[in-house]
């Protein structure tokens, strides 16, 4: 893979991550507000569990930019599934993280189109990335084959 899209793919998976990282605020807080309700203190919107999602979908999606962007060297795929690979989990990593913090923030899940427009746009998101992470890793299993 190219370095410069390597670098690109290091840069998204680096700030995907401290997104990531993040969320793991508003978690935190909504995980103490949980266990106890009376304590007075900050109450994040939305629920543990969409924090948590939030959270983990950064670490996640960013800790797989960085290892396929580091395995990129392995891989033999043409200048255009390297742009498929790297673009497409870019996107992924993006649409998975901004859908998983409009979820706790707006109330919404993001699993059918419809429910008002922040679920619509959580569920376009999450089926973007889908499509995108399908692609992408099949042409990294696709380059990871391949002889030389």
């Known amino acids: 893979m190219n370095e410069r899209l390597q ?7 680096a700030l995907v991550f ?10 935190g807080f909504a995980i103490l507000a949980e266990a106890a309700p009376d304590a007075g203190g900050w109450k994040p919107p939305g629920d543990v569990r969409g924090w948590k999602m939030a959270h983990l979908e950064g670490v996640l999606n960013g800790l797989t930019l960085i290892a396929v962007a580091a395995a990129g060297d392995k891989l033999r795929l043409s200048p255009r599934l390297q742009s498929l690979v790297a673009w497409g989990l870019i996107i992924t990593s993006w649409g ?13 899940r993001g699993l059918e189109f ?3 427009v ?9 089926i973007a990335a889908v499509f995108t992470v399908i692609a992408s890793m099949g042409a990294v299993f696709k380059g990871a ?3 030389e």
């Open 7 to 13: 670098r690109i793919m290091i840069a998204n998976g």
């Open 18 to 27: 401290l997104v990531g990282m993040g969320a793991g605020f508003p978690f």
């Open 96 to 108: 998975n993280m901004s859908a998983s913090i409009i979820g706790p923030i707006f109330g919404g």
């Open 114 to 116: 419809g429910g008002g």
């Open 118 to 126: 922040s679920n619509s746009i959580m569920f376009v998101l999450f």
């Open 145 to 147: 084959i391949a002889r």
